[in-house]
T-cell receptor
Framework: ETGVTQTPRHLVMGMTNKKSLKCEQHLGHNAMYWYKQSAKKPLELMFVYSLEERVENNSVPSRFSPECPNSSHLFLHLHTLQPEDSALYLC?????????????FGPGTRLTVT | GNSVTQMEGPVTLSEEAFLTINCTYTATGYPSLFWYVQYPGEGLQLLLKATKADDKGSNKGFEATYRKETTSFHLEKGSVQVSDSAVYFCALSDDQGAQKLVFGQGTRLTINP
């Protein structure tokens, strides 16, 4: 148990659906991250939030929309996804966005787009 | 841009064997280097890190030394256990813009009893 929880753990959605992934951290951290983990590819950083402000968006398609209402919660809103978006989506948090701050990861949401 | 290259897996060893997982990197500046481990059904956990050249990170019997001259951060363990079966990721910190980690593709390790 790392102190970072993600729901749901598994999600199957059609290409026309709208769904949201939720991440919650119980560590008192100020920075939160979304990563995408696809088979046979390195982890890809999608978004970084620091003190509830988005500080990085790694050229992610607009069908992925993040939201960070407070420093403990992070959402990823999904709409009109493509089958190639099927992957494990990992949330992480750290005390700050800085070199010496370890990132703590949640268990991930396994997303399948049909 | 910065990048990390890990040895291709999967790697299969017998219990008590010696483990090496190779990792090399390309980076500008002086990044910190990390090894993360992902057990089945879980997220990534930091295994060890090194923040400057010649530093050695160690944890749970695993070690890695930051070698600037060879741009490497190879992971080693003298005697592996079945419980070490997992996917191992090498990563570096990218100091361009907001702090982020750049990961290698991961190496799946299976230890047989």
């Amino acid at each position: 148990e790392t102190g970072v929880t993600q729901t749901p753990r598994h999600l199957v959605m059609g290409m026309t659906n709208k769904k949201s992934l939720k991440c919650e951290q119980h560590l008192g951290h100020n920075a939160m991250y979304w990563y995408k983990q696809s088979a046979k590819k390195p982890l890809e950083l999608m978004f970084v939030y620091s003190l509830e402000e988005r500080v990085e968006n790694n050229s992610v398609p607009s069908r992925f929309s993040p939201e960070c209402p407070n420093s403990s919660h992070l959402f990823l809103h999904l709409h009109t996804l493509q089958p190639e978006d099927s992957a494990l989506y990992l949330c992480a948090s750290s005390r700050e966005t800085g070199d010496s701050y370890e990132q703590y990861f949640g268990p991930g949401t396994r997303l399948t787009v049909t | 841009g910065n990048s990390v290259t890990q040895m291709e897996g999967p790697v299969t060893l017998s219990e008590e064997a010696f483990l090496t997982i190779n990792c090399t990197y390309t980076a500008t500046g002086y990044p910190s280097l990390f090894w993360y481990v992902q057990y089945p059904g879980e997220g990534l956990q930091l295994l060890l890190k090194a923040t400057k050249a010649d530093d050695k990170g160690s944890n749970k019997g695993f070690e890695a030394t930051y070698r600037k001259e060879t741009t490497s951060f190879h992971l080693e363990k003298g005697s592996v256990q079945v419980s070490d079966s997992a996917v191992y990721f090498c990563a570096l910190s990218d100091d361009q813009g907001a702090q982020k980690l750049v990961f290698g593709q991961g190496t799946r390790l299976t230890i047989n009893p």
